[in-house]
C-alpha cells in the first residue's frame, strides 16, 4: 500500500514538472515572435533623412517635365528624360547619421516604353559607389554592383504597385559621413557601371519626386 502511494506522488509530479516545461516552452516562443514582429517593423519604417530640395537637385543632362498625372490621386508625377549624352539626376554630400549603418533609396517610377531600365546609385568619392538596375518592363532587378570600398551589404528591390508603377529601391551599409544619390534612366545597351554614359536613345520615365527618400534601416540610434 505504501509503495502504491509512493509511486502516485512520483507520478503526479512528473506530470506536474513536464506541464511547467511546456508552459514556459510556449511562453518562449511568445516572447520570440514579439521580438521578430518588433524587428520587422524596426526595418520596415526606418529612420528618415533629410534630402536637399527639389530646386536644389543638380540634373545632368536630363529634363523634369510636367505631366497631368498624379499618383494615388495626390502626388504630383513628373517625367525624367535623358537627352542623350551622360545624364543622371544628383542630389549630392547627403549627411548620413552613423557610419557603418544600414540605409536605403527608394522611389516610385513607372515606364514609358517597352524596354525601360532605371538606376539608382550611392556615390562616395569616385570611384566609390553601389549601383542598382531595375527593369521596368518586367519589374525585376536586372543587377546590383558594388565598386571599391563605400559600402557592404548592398541589394536592391522592386516592388509592383499596380498600373505599371513600382517601387525602387537600394540598401547598402555605408562608411562615410556623406553620400551622394544619383538617379536616372537608362537602357539594355549599358552595364551597371556605366548606366549614365551617353546614348543615341532619348530615353524616359515617369517618377514621383516627392516619393524619393533616404533611410537609416538599422544602425546604432
Given at each position: 500500500?505504501?509503495?502504491?502511494?509512493?509511486?502516485?506522488?512520483?507520478?503526479?509530479?512528473?506530470?506536474s514538472c513536464k506541464n511547467s516545461e511546456k508552459s514556459e516552452k510556449i511562453e518562449d516562443k511568445k516572447e520570440?515572435?514579439?521580438?521578430?514582429?518588433?524587428?520587422?517593423?524596426?526595418?520596415?519604417?526606418?529612420?528618415?533623412?533629410?534630402?536637399?530640395?527639389?530646386?536644389?537637385?543638380?540634373?545632368?543632362?536630363?529634363l523634369i517635365e510636367d505631366v497631368n498625372e498624379y499618383y494615388s490621386d495626390t502626388l504630383q508625377v513628373k517625367?525624367?528624360?535623358?537627352?542623350?549624352?551622360?545624364?543622371?539626376?544628383?542630389?549630392?554630400?547627403?549627411?548620413?547619421?552613423?557610419?557603418?549603418?544600414?540605409?536605403?533609396?527608394?522611389?516610385?517610377?513607372?515606364?514609358?516604353?517597352?524596354?525601360?531600365?532605371?538606376?539608382?546609385?550611392?556615390?562616395?568619392?569616385?570611384?566609390?559607389?553601389?549601383?542598382?538596375?531595375?527593369?521596368?518592363?518586367?519589374?525585376?532587378?536586372?543587377?546590383?554592383?558594388?565598386?571599391?570600398?563605400?559600402?557592404?551589404?548592398?541589394?536592391?528591390?522592386?516592388?509592383?504597385?499596380?498600373?505599371?508603377?513600382?517601387?525602387?529601391?537600394?540598401?547598402?551599409?555605408?562608411?562615410?559621413?556623406?553620400?551622394?544619390?544619383?538617379?536616372?534612366?537608362?537602357?539594355?545597351?549599358?552595364?551597371?557601371?556605366?548606366?549614365?554614359?551617353?546614348?543615341?536613345?532619348?530615353?524616359?520615365?515617369?517618377?514621383?519626386?516627392?516619393?524619393?527618400?533616404?533611410?537609416?534601416?538599422?544602425?546604432?540610434?
Amino acid at each position: 500500500m505504501r509503495f502504491l502511494i509512493s509511486f502516485i506522488i512520483v507520478l503526479t509530479l512528473l506530470v506536474s514538472c513536464k506541464n511547467s516545461e511546456k508552459s514556459e516552452k510556449i511562453e518562449d516562443k511568445k516572447e520570440d515572435a514579439q521580438t521578430e514582429e518588433v524587428q520587422d517593423q524596426s526595418l520596415d519604417k526606418g529612420i528618415a533623412i533629410a534630402l536637399p530640395n527639389q530646386l536644389d537637385w543638380e540634373k545632368k543632362n536630363v529634363l523634369i517635365e510636367d505631366v497631368n498625372e498624379y499618383y494615388s490621386d495626390t502626388l504630383q508625377v513628373k517625367k525624367l528624360v535623358s537627352k542623350g549624352d551622360v545624364s543622371y539626376l544628383s542630389l549630392k554630400n547627403t549627411k548620413l547619421s552613423y557610419k557603418g549603418d544600414l540605409f536605403r533609396i527608394k522611389v516610385l517610377v513607372k515606364g514609358m516604353s517597352d524596354e525601360t531600365f532605371f538606376a539608382l546609385r550611392f556615390q562616395e568619392i569616385y570611384p566609390n559607389r553601389v549601383d542598382a538596375i531595375f527593369d521596368l518592363k518586367k519589374g525585376k532587378v536586372k543587377k546590383v554592383v558594388k565598386t571599391g570600398n563605400a559600402a557592404e551589404e548592398e541589394k536592391a528591390s522592386i516592388k509592383a504597385l499596380g498600373n505599371g508603377w513600382y517601387e525602387c529601391s537600394l540598401e547598402a551599409q555605408l562608411y562615410s559621413d556623406y553620400i551622394g544619390i544619383l538617379l536616372g534612366v537608362t537602357n539594355n545597351m549599358k552595364g551597371p557601371k556605366n548606366w549614365e554614359a551617353s546614348s543615341a536613345i532619348d530615353d524616359s520615365v515617369l517618377f514621383v519626386p516627392s516619393s524619393l527618400s533616404l533611410e537609416n534601416i538599422e544602425g546604432n540610434n
